[in-house]
Nanobody
Framework: QVQLQESGGGSVQAGGSLRLSCAAS????????MGWFRQAPGKVREGVAG????????YYADSVKGRFTISLGNAKNTLYLQMNSPEPEDTAMYYCAAGIYWLGTNFQLLEPGQYKNWGQGTQVTVSS
């Protein structure tokens, strides 16, 4: 059974930096995709960034492009999200997710419905 555990959330000032981690266990597929999502109070969950382990393809939401970077650890069992120059609008609960049915489209990486396994989330609060 796949288990995902996020860490690294907290409070940060706008313009600072923060790195989120997601420890994955129980993943048996040789290739899979993982993503970071966020949900602010009263808003729908939205995709932030995703990565496909087979090719290393990454995809970002326009709102974070150039500021956030998604990456995998060497053993591919840890997912990271480096958040540089965060803004108050980035305040949300951040979730990592994993899926195995890769369709080959970048859109899939930011679509919550394409993911089967989810972590519990870690809160990120950005102050101005």
């Amino acid at each position: 059974q796949v288990q995902l555990q996020e860490s690294g959330g907290g409070s940060v000032q706008a313009g600072g930096s923060l790195r989120l981690s997601c420890a994955a266990s129980g993943v048996t597929a040789s290739t899979y995709y993982m993503g970071w999502f966020r949900q602010a109070p009263g808003k729908v969950r939205e995709g932030v960034a995703g990565i496909y382990t087979g090719s290393g393809t990454t995809y970002y939401a326009d709102s974070v492009k150039g500021r956030f970077t998604i990456s995998l650890g060497n053993a591919k069992n840890t997912l990271y999200l480096q958040m540089n120059s965060p803004e108050p609008e980035d305040t949300a609960m951040y979730y990592c997710a994993a899926g195995i049915y890769w369709l080959g489209t970048n859109f899939q990486l930011l679509e919550p419905g394409q993911y089967k396994n989810w972590g519990q989330g870690t809160q990120v609060t950005v102050s101005s």
